[in-house]
T-cell receptor, first 115, second 111 residues
């Protein structure tokens, strides 16, 4: 199974809502990533988890809160978002050992709209 | 932070023609990767070339890397309509910290 799944596919939320994005992989990968992608722009790294520990936070606002409950799951908790946070949120995973030498496998993304 | 610039920004060709995309980057790298993204969907890894390699092939794909010029190119030969997508180069820095994507090339292959 070389698939990364993300739910939901689409999400519309108000600025006062709390919601969560979910990501799952069963490839035994030990590194997982969250990216944000605006229209016609490249993906921008938000967070990296390595062996279930947060290893990189790219100075992301605290209204985005990542969580890695186990080696297969990655969540992104959203609270008090702004309209400019509307984007495609991509999850990815890669092998833990020598992850820098490995390709990343991406999920299909969650398209988030903040109203 | 954005590492690479790609050109052209957009490329329109006919089926059967070759497509060449170029990527330039700014800092030392361990490897450079190319990804494809179909409209608004997830990215698919195409090929990885290490900093000590100069050329790599995979099917209809040919990638070159010139670390002295900090540049790479992706050649797709005998293109097909199904190759229509955005193509991104991405660099992994020498600390293996993170993958940073270039600006991307939008390729349109017409039947």
């Amino acid at each position: 199974d070389t698939e990364v799944t993300q739910t939901p596919k689409h999400l519309v939320m108000g600025m006062t809502n709390k919601k969560s994005l979910k990501c799952e992989q069963h490839m035994g990968h030990r590194a997982m990533y969250w990216y944000k992608q605006k229209a016609k722009k490249p993906p921008e790294l938000m967070f990296v988890y390595s062996y279930e520990k947060l290893s990189i936070n790219e100075s992301v606002p605290s209204r985005f809160s990542p969580e890695c409950p186990n080696s297969s799951l990655l969540n992104l908790h959203l609270h008090a978002l702004q309209p400019e946070d509307s984007a495609l949120y991509l999850c990815a995973s890669s092998q833990g050992r020598g992850q820098g030498l490995r390709e990343q496998y991406f999920g299909p993304g969650t398209r988030l709209t903040v109203t | 932070s954005q590492q690479g610039e790609e050109d052209p920004q957009a490329l329109s060709i006919q089926e059967g023609e070759n497509a060449t995309m170029n990527c330039s980057y700014k800092t030392s790298i361990n490897n450079l990767q190319w990804y494809r993204q179909n409209s608004g969907r997830g990215l698919v890894h195409l090929i990885l070339i290490r900093s000590n390699e100069r050329e790599k092939h995979s099917g209809r794909l040919r990638v070159t890397l010139d670390t002295s010029k900090k540049s790479s190119s992706l050649l797709i030969t005998a293109s097909r309509a199904a190759d229509t997508a955005s193509y991104f180069c991405a660099t992994m820095n020498t600390g293996f910290q993170k993958l940073v994507f270039g600006t991307g090339t939008r390729l349109l292959v017409s039947p």
